[in-house]
């Protein structure tokens, strides 16, 4: 099924900064207007498949936490307890004429967590939580919005 | 780089009837709707990356192509290029409130071809090319359009 409880907000509570923070301000900005984004796991056997999931980044943690109906029944929670590395990309199109594009990819470990503490009392339920390990960005940056997307420079970097 | 070359709909030509179709007409007139899918792969030492592009339908081979900006030096090509399998997943949210959901979702294995043939005249350069395995789609039934996504029922077979 596809994951449509829409909780992404409410883990961007107002508290303490996170130990680690991986992103950027921008990058958190962006993400936090966004309420979708696209999972990539693998099964065992190397088959891959990639899911629209809700989202909220974990503040505390530095965490992305993925939630959603029927979760710890669903194959890629299975491929991530399984041990199946991840990455999850959220990206839009603000102007179609001209084209411009956004984007913040995160590859990643992840841990298939059935009782989250952490978080619990924004999460309530089985989720995905990515450890990013890489940060990939796209047209983020102050102008890019008046750019061809073909001269965008990604900011990417190990984190 | 995100491709945003807009090739997708001159896919769509009306010529005969592929060989082998593997899609639905309401997935293929989905497909036909949207401009960005995300595209799932695995390096060879197993790190999986999702990029956004844009994709056609090629409806003479049945196999979703997926073409772009500086397709050939990309990772993403060279990930199918070494054998990497894929997944493919086309979703949008028509409405927020309430929420609905549709999607396309599509496994399988794939070719890095730089120098494509089959339909070359509508592509013009190196394009990932999907033979489709799996099919999962949700939310496109008639009705759906009035059905909580937590009703939905995936359309999902091998094909």
Redesign the interface.
Known sequence: ??E?V?WGRSLHHNGERPTTVSFTDAELSYLATQ??G?????RPD???????VSFGYNEELGTIDIGG?NMAASRKFRNVAAG??????V?D?PS?DP?R?R?V?I?GDAEALTDPVDGRAQIGGPIIRIHPRRIIS??LDPGDADRD??L?K?FSRSV
Do not use: C, K
């Not at 696209?38 to 693998?42: D, F, K, Q, S």
């Not at 199946?84 to 990309?89: D, E, H, N, P």
């Open positions: 099924m596809v449509v829409d309420r979708i696209r999972l990539a796991t693998a190397g088959a891959l498949q990639v899911n629209p109906y199946s590395r991840v990455a999850f990309v990206d199109m179609t084209v594009v984007m990819e590859r796209i047209g997307p073909h965008l990604p």
